[in-house]
């Protein structure tokens, strides 16, 4: 029996496994949370186990692989111990989604007219029609593969959904498994009638089975669905970086099954046939109530019903950016006026970012524009517009991560499109993804050139921009455009890595910076003079960043931390970190945005970017932090921060021992749900008054105003 993880309680840190899965359980929460829109309740659904689909193919997966060469994590755990909790809070989670799902959700879409029935259920004209859709629909795009002399077990691959089959010979008495596969191609959920009423595909093709085996006795069928190790890691010194993720990818759907999810009501025999077939560990596998595969929820979804999914949102266009007629704004004459903020999907991405490229093309005194791609979409008119401008004999830089995970194919497709238009394009080195969000304009100017910059937090996805909440920042400052053009020039040519003016960089010099920032804090903090540190981040995992955050709160600093996913710090306790605060929040957008907040009687500074402060982000990435050194568009910052950190209905509390308690509002204290308000704020320009908010940003904005006097 492996030993058991350490008691929380009795650690300097949680262990990082188990706290995503909390974050997970969080999204789960949502979904069970019944002020939330009853389709976007099957939304978290579908994301929570979308989640958990990667979080096997990856993290699992390199658990399996500690177990199988006898090694360790970096935290020390033991790999099975760490395997055998999650495959326990696994279950207990599975137990809670499948109540949610059937004994909640289904009934409550069922009486809006929104129906998953079993074929049972069905009436002699629905089944003609499901009859029909499989005879012209479905059977045709089947193949039964049977298992038996010269028929080996079949391929399964990652994530497909199967059908498996007990068929036996009526004139021989034979019997044989067949499996049957679920195509991509169909949908997971078939209509029937006119009504939004569905039933599920592996029904109707467990129905039709007699066509596929024909002069057959069908013994029996269920689902299994298998998930695969689709982590892979490229060799050092690999010549061609393109040619070696190909060969990666196409061992990927190769990978050992770290999970086998089975219909619960799968036959004893069956289920111990795919076991010792697929050679998969006992304790990675999960009876499921079904479906199986959520992703089919998706078609509900789409049901014309308005009244049951969150009110439609339209990215506003920020004031600076909205022409007073009908001509679009000269983006690089308003940068020059000042620096612009731009907080997504609160303002809007196409009329900000993508207009920014789009402008660059377009302006014949543009004479390079060079840019970051690690995840983007075919809807992004980024790409092509580097296309263009390499067309039109401007210097077109593209920076293409392929190895972003589980993108690979489509950032090695964009990279040779861009290629082929003539843009230069670096596809990062081996073991250091570039994960920074950079485009940078070099425009002449009379007698000189200036450059501009876009630093965001998040990626240049128009879908996800609408999605996630993230800044990102225009300048035309100096120090920061002459520092990114010299990482820029660092990345595609062969020279040292260099310090840099203003922006903070890994893996060369971030680490240290954000050490000595915390412990700036820690030295300059008085009690006359209280500094405080505020973090925002979606994951919180370097041990030596949480133990310089430990000292800082013995030395008395406050310190407010808003992650969204996994924390490995223990926030509260005696003597360690009393003075740390951790809260998550979780709603209808994703929180992706990283920003950094230090204050001291001494100096403030605030800074936003790439990183998150993970092992990974630190020492094998390249991420960009950009300090805002416009006091205005610090002071919108700390309001968004203080904002969040005063809201009382999407967010969670760290506590102790590891468990997260959802915030409400106390007796007498206003309700507070900071991307409800955001969104208000983004239409009318104020949000709803809240005395601690209010209270704290006034303290943001003095802060400011300190400063900018010179006070120290």
């Not at 009379?446 to 937090?457: A, C, K, M, N, P």
Request: hydrophobic fraction near 40%; aromatic fraction near 6%.
């Amino acid at each position: 029996m492996s030993p058991p993880i350490p008691d929380p309680t009795e650690t300097r840190l949680f262990n990082r496994e188990i706290s995503w899965l909390a974050f997970n359980h969080r999204v789960l929460a949502l979904a069970a949370d019944s002020s939330v829109p009853l389709l976007e309740r099957i939304r978290f659904c579908m994301i929570y186990a979308n989640n958990l689909d990667e979080f096997f193919m990856v993290r699992v997966a390199g658990l399996i692989d500690h177990v199988i060469h006898s090694t360790e994590p970096s935290d020390g755990t033991p790999p099975q111990a760490t395997l055998d909790e999650i495959a326990a809070r696994y279950r207990s989670m599975q137990s809670e989604l499948e109540d949610t799902l059937h004994s909640d959700l289904l009934p409550a879409l069922a009486a809006e007219g929104i129906e998953i029935v079993p074929l049972a259920a069905c009436s002699s004209e629905e089944r003609e029609q499901l009859e029909t859709i499989f005879d012209q629909q479905v059977y045709p795009v089947l193949t039964p593969l049977a298992v038996g002399p010269g028929q080996p077990f079949p391929y399964i691959s990652n994530l497909s959904l199967s059908v498996g089959v007990t068929v036996r010979d009526p004139s021989t008495g034979e019997t044989r498994f067949a499996r049957v596969k679920v195509p991509e191609v169909l949908p997971r959920l078939i209509q029937v009638g006119e009504r939004s009423r569905f039933v599920r595909i592996d029904e109707v093709i467990a129905n039709g089975l007699t066509a596929l085996f024909p002069g057959m006795e069908i013994v029996g069928s269920s689902t299994f669905r298998v998930t695969r190790d689709a982590d892979f890691q490229i060799q050092e010194g690999a010549d061609d970086l393109l040619e070696a993720v190909e060969r990666e990818l196409s061992r990927r759907r190769f990978g050992d099954v770290v999970r086998l999810e089975i219909d619960e009501s799968m036959p004893v025999d069956m289920r111990s046939m795919l076991i010792e077939a697929l050679d998969v560990d006992l304790r990675q596998v999960f009876a499921i109530r079904p479906p199986l595969d959520l992703s089919g929820l998706g078609v509900l979804t789409k049901v014309g019903r308005p009244d049951l999914r969150f009110s439609p949102w339209q990215p506003q266009v920020p004031d600076r950016l909205t022409a007073d007629d009908d001509k679009s704004v000269d983006m690089f004459a308003e940068i020059r006026k000042a620096d612009i903020l731009v907080h997504h999907p609160y303002e809007s991405f196409s009329a900000s970012v993508e207009r920014f490229v789009e402008q660059a093309v377009a302006d014949p005194n543009v004479l390079a524009i060079k840019h970051t791609i690690y995840r983007t979409s075919g809807d992004a008119p980024i790409v092509p517009a580097l296309a263009v401008a390499a067309e039109e004999g401007k210097q077109a830089v593209a920076l293409v991560e392929v190895t972003a995970r589980f993108d690979e194919e489509r950032n090695i497709r964009w990279a040779r499109a861009l290629e082929r238009a003539g843009v230069h394009v670096v596809h990062g080195s081996v073991g250091l993804k570039t994960h920074c969000k950079l485009a940078l304009v070099v425009r002449r100017e009379g007698d000189r050139t200036r450059r501009y910059v876009h630093i965001g937090t998040g990626n240049y996805h128009p879908s996800t921009a609408r999605a996630y909440t993230d800044f990102g920042i225009f300048t035309c400052d100096e120090e920061i455009t002459a520092d990114v053009a010299d990482l820029f020039n660092q990345l595609t040519g062969f020279a040292r890595p260099q310090g840099f003016h203003a922006i903070w960089t890994a893996p060369m010099h971030l680490r240290r910076q954000v050490v000595e920032e915390i412990r700036r804090c820690a030295r300059e903090h008085t009690g006359a003079a209280p500094a405080s540190i505020t973090l925002k981040m979606n994951s919180l995992v370097d041990a030596e960043v949480i133990d310089e955050l430990y000292a800082a709160s013995q030395a008395g600093v406050s310190i407010d931390l808003i992650v969204r996913g996994i924390c490995c710090l223990r926030p509260g306790v005696a003597g360690l970190s009393e003075n740390i605060r951790v809260i998550s929040i979780l709603g209808r957008f994703l929180e992706h945005a990283r920003v950094f907040r230090f204050f001291t009687a001494v100096e403030a500074t605030t800074y936003i970017g790439s990183a998150d402060m993970m092992p990974r982000n630190l020492d094998s990435r390249i991420e960009v932090i950009t300090p805002v050194r416009d006091a205005d568009l610090r002071e919108r910052i700390h309001g968004v921060l203080d904002l969040e950190l005063a809201d009382n209905s999407g967010s969670w509390n760290l506590q102790p021992d590891g468990e997260w308690i959802r915030r409400r509002p106390v007796s007498g204290e206003a309700l507070v749900f900071a991307q409800e308000a955001l969104m208000r704020e983004a239409v009318t320009g104020s949000t709803p008054d809240n005395q601690d908010r209010l209270a704290r940003r006034e303290e943001s904005a003095e802060r400011i105003r300190r400063e900018e006097r010179g006070e120290r």
